[in-house]
């Protein structure tokens, strides 16, 4: 069974371009949340969608957003990038909604995103 | 809210040595308690997991782990590490019950020497 996988793995924008990245969950997985995880402020969640519905959202300015689609894959935006964007994002999949404890979390391996 | 605290930021060991890296939490409500481990350049993967039942949790890798609920801590244990050891550990708490967001410690950086 493939895992999760995130395109691209590298990205390298300029402030105030935005941004597309794409996760692609494992088969049958409905939940897909989304995480930065910077040097400075460790792993931080940004949000969850499943059934293509964003169940919750983290801490995070509304220039992140994101949307699912029918096949459970989810893509996240952010407009406007700052340098302070500088993160690798994480994507995690689950075959439940994030609080459903027979549902652990599948990391892909991560977008290291670069504002320059 | 919930918050995690890694005790070590950096924990060098040397190979076949016992190690425990420490988590304490803390929370106001019931939780789920969890580790994960990062290699560089990958993501996150599951070590092992506290929801309820025995407070010992054995995990994948040999890992352990104690849930001591008057200390508020979910330290990791390993009686003998390996070189492949070595990685990127998180601790992570969220609510039972409900919706879960995880909030994920800072992580230690577990450095075994041959």
């Known amino acids: 069974k493939a895992g999760v996988t995130q395109t691209p793995r590298y990205l390298i924008k300029t402030r105030g371009q935005q941004v597309t990245l794409s996760c692609s969950p494992i088969?049958?997985?409905?939940?897909v949340s989304w995480y930065q995880q910077t040097p400075g402020q460790g792993l931080q969640f940004l949000f969850e969608y499943f059934s293509e519905t964003q169940r919750n959202k983290g801490n995070f300015p509304g220039r992140f957003s994101g949307r699912q689609f029918s096949n459970s894959r989810s893509e996240m935006n952010v407009s406007t990038l700052e340098l302070g964007d500088s993160a690798l994002y994480l994507c995690?999949?689950?075959?439940?909604?994030?609080?459903?404890?027979?549902?652990?979390?599948?990391f892909g391996n991560g977008t290291r995103l670069t504002v320059t | 809210a919930q918050s995690v605290t890694q005790l070590d930021s950096q924990v060098p060991v040397f190979e076949e040595a016992p190690v425990e890296l420490r988590c304490n939490y803390s929370?106001?409500?019931?939780?789920?308690l969890f580790w994960y481990v990062q290699y560089p350049n990958q993501g996150l993967q599951l070590l092992l997991k506290y929801l309820s039942g025995s407070t010992l949790v054995k995990g994948i890798n040999g890992f352990e782990a104690e849930f001591n609920k008057s200390q508020t801590s979910f330290h990791l244990r390993k009686p003998s590490v390996h070189i492949s050891d070595t990685a990127e550990y998180f601790c992570a708490v969220s609510r039972s019950g409900g919706s879960y967001i995880p909030t994920f410690g800072r992580g230690t950086s577990l450095i075994v020497h041959p």
């Open positions: 088969s049958g997985h409905r939940s």
């Open positions: 929370s106001s409500v019931s939780v789920y």
């Open positions: 995690a999949s689950s075959l439940g909604q994030l609080g459903a404890n027979n549902s652990p979390l599948h």
